[in-house]
């Protein structure tokens, strides 16, 4: 039946790949950021991300192997950059809040907003097993991982915060 659906193996992969990313995406869609305060909105889309990757370690894997090939996968998929938008159009609408009631300083990309709570989440599952080795600390763990969303949260807003 993969023949019948996705045409090959890659096919498959391609389908696997642009689900992920849609999913993802159409969760963050349900937060309604546009809702909540700026300083908040910014706490709930940062939490969600670090507990979605933790909750969906896959996600961070297939993200990982598309690096691994370059993106190759990803730059047969036309719809991706589609997909994706939503992400920095909610951190640009909860950015320009903030800027406009004070809370965040002016002057930043939104899509460095986004990198850096990414980067904060997914390190959190892509370096669990090194970490545990290295340091003897299980990322894993419930209280490790409170500890750990709430200090990405803390360093998101600190990093947008009006200085």
């Known amino acids: ?12 992969y391609l389908a696997v790949l642009e689900e992920a990313y849609s999913r993802i995406r159409a969760l963050e869609r349900t937060l309604d950021l546009a809702a909540l305060p700026p300083k908040e909105a910014l706490a709930t889309l940062a939490g969600f991300t670090f507990d979605y990757h933790a909750d969906n370690p896959d996600f961070v894997r297939l993200v990982m192997i598309e690096n691994i090939h370059h993106a190759k996968h990803l730059k047969a998929l036309t719809k991706i950059t589609e ?3 939503s992400a920095i159009a ?3 609408d909860v950015y320009a809040r903030g800027v406009a009631s004070g809370d ?5 990309n939104p899509l460095d907003i986004h990198l850096t709570i ?11 097993a090194t970490i545990e080795q290295v340091f003897g600390h299980d990322m894993g763990a419930a209280d490790a991982r409170i500890r750990r969303r709430a200090n990405v949260i803390d360093a998101v807003l600190c990093f947008v915060r009006r200085l």
Do not use: Q, T, W
């Open 1 to 12: 039946m993969i023949y019948y659906y996705f045409k090959d193996k890659e096919g498959l």
């Open 83 to 85: 997909i994706n938008l």
């Open 90 to 92: 909610m951190m640009s």
């Open 104 to 108: 965040f300083r002016p002057g930043m």
């Open 118 to 128: 990414s980067a904060l989440s997914f390190y959190n599952v892509s370096n669990r």
